[in-house]
């Protein structure tokens, strides 16, 4: 009776210690421990990879931090050159100078938007008629009040008032200036010679005012705050601060507002003509003025950019690099989901399934890492 007794206890002290013990390896650091991932770049996306990161560290990888900084695409691209994050945001795509300075990086399109031209006119509303000559003689000097004949022409149904236009730009490294600037050079000679495009240009002085703001936030708060001014932000910020937007000849000779389906149209006639592989140059890559009839003319893809071979950045880990490439490839399917919703176009098939590739080409040590 005692051997039994003595028995019974052990047993009980063998499956309390199993529960204890299975209690401490359940919530052990190699199981639950915090993983974070830290990105920088573009304040273009930034409304949309905000929402994506909230829904995947609230309802995907719980035990996954991330951290995005809404820098400028310029500061993005010198963060993830000096290897002080594990992934950049840039609305353009990496120069043949930047593809030196960081090599095998890979450009994973996450996002499609508009940059709209916004101004503060006092009695007049969103649909203000502008062709990309127009804007570009506005930023480069030429013309210099809102009822210039140019603009007068256009819109015969709008009093414009004869006030000085004020010049709002981005005073950062941006890549919606990238974009902006690019517009500009396919519209004017005059710009394409005299400013060119980039994430930073020497702007020329406007008579009624020239200021510079940091991000699209930035330029969305200062072109509100001023009257007469006029601007450019991606679409998400205009609807966000309830910004007058013009609407915008296209190729096609249609006058086009930037709206989630414009933005699509033009996404969708470019991307159908076959994109570079996410390893190769991005450089002549962009939307603007999609040959779409429907098409708003200053569209382009946001883009995600790493480095192919992950152990280059300082501090890497299997579990961190596991954790950057599940988010990738979270961004470029269920996250899409939230594009709409924010006024981004979601990616085409096409554009997805060459992510795909290059997510599952990246690698830890010589390794592939698991996407899901």
Not at 31 to 38: E, L, Q
Not at 208 to 214: K, T, V
Not at 291 to 301: L, M, Q, R
Not at 325 to 346: E, I, N, R, T
Request: glycine share 8%; aromatic share 8%.
């Amino acid at each position: 009776m005692k051997t039994t007794y003595v028995i019974t206890i052990v047993s009980i002290v063998i499956i309390i210690g199993s529960i204890v013990a299975y209690s401490y390896l359940s919530k052990s650091p190699t199981s639950t421990a915090m993983v974070t991932v830290n990105g920088a770049g573009a304040s273009f996306p930034y409304p949309l990879l905000n929402a994506m990161i909230t829904k995947y560290v609230h309802e995907e990888k719980t035990n996954v931090q991330i951290n995005y900084q809404s820098i400028g695409s310029g500061g993005g691209i010198s963060a993830l050159q000096g290897k002080t994050v594990d992934f950049a945001g840039s609305d353009a795509p990496l120069s043949a100078t930047e593809m030196i300075s960081i090599p095998d990086a890979v450009h994973i399109p996450e996002t499609i938007g508009a940059v709209t031209v916004c101004y503060n006119l006092p009695g007049v509303p969103t649909g203000l008629h502008l062709t990309g000559k127009i804007i570009a003689d506005i930023y480069e000097g030429i013309i210099t009040n809102w009822n210039d004949p140019a603009i007068q022409s256009i819109n015969p149904t709008i009093t414009l008032p004869q006030k000085p236009i004020v010049t709002v730009h981005r005073s950062d490294g941006s890549g919606t200036t990238f974009v902006f600037t690019g517009y500009l050079k396919v519209s004017s000679e005059s710009w394409a010679s005299a400013v060119g495009q980039g994430k930073s240009v020497s702007w020329p002085n406007a008579p009624g005012g020239i200021i510079g703001s940091n991000n699209n936030a930035g330029v969305a708060s200062t072109v509100n705050g001023t009257q007469y001014a006029i601007g450019y932000v991606e679409l998400a910020y205009a609807l966000q601060n309830g910004m007058a937007v013009a609407a915008i000849q296209n190729p096609a000779g249609n006058y086009v507002l930037p709206t989630l389906a414009s933005t699509s149209a033009a996404a969708a006639s470019v991307a159908s003509a076959g994109l570079p592989s996410g390893t190769e140059a991005w450089t002549n890559v962009n939307l603007l003025n999609a040959p779409d009839a429907e098409a708003y003319p200053i569209v382009s893809f946001s883009y995600l950019l790493t480095y192919k071979e992950l152990n280059v950045i300082p501090g890497m880990t299997q579990e961190r690099a596991t954790a950057v490439v599940q988010y990738l490839w979270y961004v470029v399917h269920d996250g899409q989901d939230l594009a709409q919703g924010l006024s981004y176009a979601k990616l085409p098939a096409n554009v997805v399934q060459l992510n795909e590739r290059t997510i599952q080409s990246i690698t830890f040590n010589g390794q592939t890492l698991a996407v899901s």
